[in-house]
T-cell receptor
Framework: GENVEQHPSTLSVQEGDSAVIKCTYS??????FPWYKQELGKRPQLIID?????GEKKDQRIAVTLNKTAKHFSLHITETQPEDSAVYFC???????????FGIGTKLQVIP | GAVVSQHPSRVICKSGTSVKIECRSL??????MFWYRQFPKQSLMLMAT?????????EQGVEKDKFLINHASLTLSTLTVTSAHPEDSSFYIC?????????????FGPGTRLTVL
């Protein structure tokens, strides 16, 4: 089955700096890679996703890159703000109705 | 985006009792829903895949007789924790995919915090 590794587990940055979270996956059949943000006690919210036929995707301050050959994908947050503080999960799936495998999560703290 | 609801949001029960959690897709149809369990400061662990009109598919190590799943319609799946024990205390979250779109995006419910005394 799929195995998703995520690091770092915790990340502290100063407000305005960039944050990068990295993930690797093991199953070459995976072709859809969503990123979720979860605030304490709340549901995970999709913030960005990328498919295997795309190398990079950007949405305002958030970007995701994918290296399918190396089975790496990363989340980049620029100009971080205190409200970006949360736990971020990467995930991978072959798509369709197959299950999604989540990384362990990264707790991001943005220091004002 | 698509909306998924869960009920109840919080439940406290005594050991040995059963608890039912409902997951509903409010504005779309979902042939497949997923049930996750999340312990504090940990990731989401898939428990089972709930399929409308058929038996659920359970992940390895998840007792199907303890965690009963029923997906009776395209908008409702239920998880029943039977003979609950304190170690079943956790945050249970469901998710669903929107049949009407080709996207693989999963939409999550708000979660149910179960405390077993």
């Amino acid at each position: 089955g799929e195995n998703v590794e995520q690091h770092p587990s915790t990340l502290s940055v100063q407000e305005g700096d960039s944050a990068v979270i990295k993930c690797t996956y093991s199953d070459s059949a995976s072709n859809y890679f969503p990123w979720y943000k979860q605030e304490l006690g709340k549901r995970p919210q999709l913030i960005i996703d990328i498919r295997s036929n795309v190398g990079e995707k950007k949405d305002q301050r958030i970007a995701v890159t994918l290296n399918k050959t190396a089975k790496h994908f990363s989340l980049h947050i620029t100009e971080t703000q205190p409200e970006d503080s949360a736990v971020y999960f990467c995930a991978a799936t072959p798509g369709g109705y197959q299950k999604v495998t989540f990384g362990i999560g990264t707790k991001l703290q943005v220091i004002p | 985006g698509a909306v998924v609801s869960q009920h109840p949001s919080r439940v406290i029960c005594k050991s040995g009792t059963s608890v039912k959690i409902e997951c509903r897709s409010l504005d779309f149809q979902a042939t497949t829903m997923f049930w996750y369990r999340q312990f504090p400061k940990q990731s989401l662990m898939l428990m089972a895949t709930s399929n409308e009109g058929s038996k659920a598919t359970y992940e390895q190590g998840v007792e199907k007789d303890k965690f009963l799943i029923n997906h009776a319609s395209l908008t409702l799946s239920t998880l029943t924790v039977t003979s609950a024990h304190p170690e079943d205390s956790s945050f249970y979250i469901c998710s669903a995919r929107d049949l009407g779109h080709s996207t693989d995006t999963q939409y999550f419910g708000p979660g149910t915090r179960l405390t077993v005394l």
